[in-house]
């Protein structure tokens, strides 16, 4: 138990530092909120596009990758250490997640040596921008059940259907797509994963207006769009054990990506200060300081449990599926948080009416919450993943998991 | 960095689960609970043999040296098996306390028998509602205490007791008091874990021999690090509870199948888990900081007791729904959980209390490395 630096942690920390002194711009307090994950404009795609190139060339942007692959070589607790300084900095919105968290672990457990040696170095350098085109309109909690077809034709694969919930999609040179390749068996035995360009003919994304007002994901049609065989990743009609390593990344990344949360209580205790309940400074008021003393705690909890999925990945552990704690937690906080602070401005409740419009900062937090839970499989989901493999419950009953796809209704 | 129990601390975990594996049961608890007054001396003795009263306590007064880390480890143990031993008082408040701020002479006459098990000691915080400094009434007059404290854990059995008190000049401070002396009366109090017997102590000019330098200040720090250690006993006990509710839901059947197939259940009993992992987070925060002195303790404390109040009380509560009908009876297990649970809360207070200093310590701004 050691909350502190090493000394080889504090010199990391220490290079950490001066390397962003030097490159960026510390946070002031006045930052407009933004999505952690998604670029919301085509200048915050170039900026963060940029950022990791900057990132990329000092050595910074593979901390825990192994050196044959480009990265540093470097162990979680550092990595630990550079989203706590690069955190302190006013810096673009990091759109590199799903390229890093996603796909390049996926493609070191899954991946060819051309595919690795030609594919990772682009997604340290920022080059390609990734996403994951795995939902579909009709398999969401339900992946297995993609229609998406992936048809062998020589060389090639022939890709029809239509994907959804993709983010960046719009703004990404690349994606892993989960397709099905094979009808005549059961729904999970006959998919097969594949890289693709997105540029690529017969692909068609169209952006899809969130609650929150932004556009960060899409529709994305495929019309006879051909994939070389060179460009499958892992075999024939096993793409489900390739998608769960993504799976299983994409919930212990969201547990661990520090900044996803939002809003900090302590800017709750600020907003607090700031506004009138009943003739008082809400701050002074024992129900506003007991719900921030939750959400504080709640907080300050999150950020530990990340840590500890940190530490166990550290020693050799997998603990994946922990990543389902952070990530059932997160969405349900942010959530009840923002519904709070709209509430502090009293009869306003969340119409923004101050220059600074703090209400709508909350407002753009509430309506974003809803997102994180249910992107990257949805509370319901990560309960179930709990239940079942934490506590040992019985599976859910899947009445169709032995039926041919061809054969289901 | 490293964020998680070491190997030689899990080593220390694994022989006291044993032994306390050993010397408690369900139907010792139930023992307990019926009896309603008293403790395990079968587990004291065994305990007090195995040098487990001593973990914290420095070696030349006859402890084993080790730090609020290694007690944690115990906590969570104790907490895990219910354990009715007069162990919490004493090795969270009362042994630190005598360790900071005893003399020579207070340390020597009192760490060797607290970590031997000879004397039974217990802390006298409490007074008003409240544990902390600013609750305290009770007042010292010429090197004597008159005031009453209440609740007091193991009062009836305990030979000595640190009290908190106001001296002359109404500054806080804490004092050993001899319960088997002139002026004390100890009255049993109705509680809700009879496991863990409660006192109330009418002290009318009882002798009082102050433990230098702990002023106010320092009550409240070591309030604060039995927060956290208190926290790890509510985590044990937390985590039982989920243990016994997931091995019934798999063992139950309704409708044709294990109940534990529901989701009704399972997303309930995730929920358990989800809350009891927050507070553990917050736990190891609170333990580091408790063990390196960190300025951030006041903060990591109330985060570790509020999260660790919030997933106790949930996982006992819910564990006697999931058990359904037979865990409303009194020869059922669960609710052996709930009544340690609300001792544990009792310990130390409930949320509001802990919300309140919280903010506080929030709202002083210190540069966060973390």
Redesign the interface.
């Known amino acids: 138990?050691?909350?502190?630096?090493?000394p080889n942690?504090a010199k990391f920390r220490k290079d950490a530092r001066a390397w962003l002194a030097d490159n960026a711009t510390l946070r002031d307090g006045t930052e407009k909120v933004q999505d952690a994950f998604m670029a919301n404009t085509p200048e915050e795609v170039t900026a963060a596009q940029a950022w990791q190139k900057r990132k990329a060339d000092g050595g910074w942007a593979g901390i825990t990758w192994p050196k044959e692959h480009g990265g540093r070589g470097g162990d979680e607790?550092q990595q630990?250490?550079w989203n706590?300084e690069e955190g302190r900095y006013k810096v673009p919105p990091n759109i590199f997640v799903v390229s890093s968290g996603l796909v390049a672990p996926t493609l070191i457990a899954h991946g060819t040596e051309q595919q690795k040696t030609e594919i990772l170095p682009t997604l340290l350098s920022g080059e390609g921008v990734w996403c994951q085109l795995f939902s579909e309109p009709a398999a969401g909690s339900d992946l297995a059940g993609i229609r998406t077809r992936a048809r062998r034709d020589g060389d090639d694969w022939v890709i029809t259907g239509q994907k959804i919930w993709t983010s960046g999609a719009h703004y990404s040179g690349y994606g892993i797509l989960l397709a099905r390749s094979n009808v005549d068996v059961a729904k999970h035995k006959g998919l097969t994963m594949f890289v693709v360009k997105m540029d690529a003919p017969g692909i068609e994304a169209r952006r899809i207006k969130q609650i929150s007002g932004h556009s960060s994901f899409n529709e994305v049609f495929f019309d006879e769009v051909r994939i070389p065989d060179s460009d499958r990743l892992g075999p024939v009609d096993g793409g489900w054990r390739v998608a769960m390593t993504t799976l299983t990344n994409e919930r212990y990344t969201l547990a661990i990506g520090r900044s996803v949360g939002g809003m900090r209580?302590?800017e709750l205790?600020a907003l607090a200060a700031g506004v009138t309940l009943n003739g008082r400074p809400a701050i002074e008021n024992?129900q506003v300081?007991?719900k921030?003393?939750?959400f504080?705690?709640?907080q300050?909890?999150?950020?530990?449990?990340s840590?500890?999925i940190?530490?166990?990945l550290?020693?050799g552990k997998e603990p994946m599926v922990?990543g389902s704690?952070g990530k059932?937690?997160l969405g349900k906080l942010r959530q009840e948080m923002a519904s709070f602070a709209l509430e502090l401005s009293g009869s306003a409740a969340g119409i923004g009416e101050t220059p600074k419009d703090e209400a709508g900062l909350w407002r753009v937090d509430y309506l974003t919450a809803p997102g994180n839970r249910i992107s990257g499989g949805s509370d319901?989901i990560?309960?179930?993943i709990?239940?079942?493999r934490?506590?040992?419950?019985?599976p859910?009953?899947r009445a169709d998991k032995d039926t041919p796809f061809s054969q289901l209704k | 960095m490293d964020f998680d129990f070491s190997n030689d601390q899990e080593e220390i975990r694994q022989a006291v689960a044993r032994l306390l594996d050993d010397h408690t049961s369900f139907a010792k608890s139930h023992d307990l609970l019926d009896q309603g007054t008293g403790f395990d001396r079968d587990l004291w003795a065994s305990l007090a043999e195995g040098g487990w009263l001593g973990v914290s306590i420095p070696e030349n007064y006859g402890g084993s040296g080790m730090g609020p880390v290694e007690l944690a480890v115990l906590a969570e143990e104790m907490g895990r098996t219910l354990a009715g031993v007069p162990f919490g008082a004493a090795q969270y408040l009362a042994g630190p306390a005598l360790v900071e701020f005893g003399s020579e002479a207070q340390k020597s006459a009192l760490l060797p028998a607290l970590a031997t098990g000879q004397k039974i000691v217990t802390v006298a915080l409490a007074e008003n509602s409240g544990f902390a400094p600013d609750a305290v009434a009770s007042k010292v007059v010429d090197g004597c205490i008159s005031g009453v404290k209440s609740p007091v854990s193991d009062g009836a059995v305990a030979d000595v007791a640190i009290v908190a008190a106001l001296d002359e000049n109404d500054a806080a401070g804490l004092y050993i008091v001899d319960l088997k002396g002139d002026g004390v009366q100890v009255d049993p109090l109705d509680a809700t874990d009879p496991t863990r017997p409660q006192s109330r102590l009418v002290l009318t000019g009882a002798p009082a021999d102050k433990l230098s330098g702990a002023d106010a200040a320092a009550i409240n720090r070591l309030i604060d690090g039995a927060a956290v250690l208190v926290a790890f006993e509510q985590l044990g006990v937390a985590a039982h509870a989920l243990d016994i509710s997931t091995k019934y839901a798999l063992d139950r059947t309704a409708f044709g199948r294990p109940i534990g197939s529901f989701q009704a259940l399972k997303h309930r009993m995730a929920d358990m888990f989800a809350k009891i992992e927050l507070a553990r987070s917050n736990a190891f925060f609170g333990a580091w900081a408790l063990a390196e002195n960190d300025e951030r303790l006041a903060e990591a404390a109330a985060c570790a007791r509020l999260t660790a109040l919030e997933a106790c009380q949930f996982a006992c509560e819910e564990s006697i729904q999931i058990h359904g009908g037979i865990g409303y009876t009194w020869v059922a297990d669960p609710h052996l959980f709930l009544r340690r649970g609300w001792h544990l809360k009792a310990m130390l207070g409930p949320a509001t209390i802990w919300s309140e200093r919280l903010v506080g310590a929030l709202k002083t701004p210190t540069e966060k490395a973390v």
């Open positions: 138990m050691d909350f502190s630096d090493t942690e607790m630990i250490i706590q209580a302590e205790i024992d300081r007991a921030i003393a939750e504080a705690s709640r300050r909890g999150m950020e530990f449990t840590y500890r940190m530490t166990a550290s020693r922990e704690i059932l937690l319901e990560q309960r179930n709990i239940a079942e934490l506590l040992g419950m019985p859910e009953i």
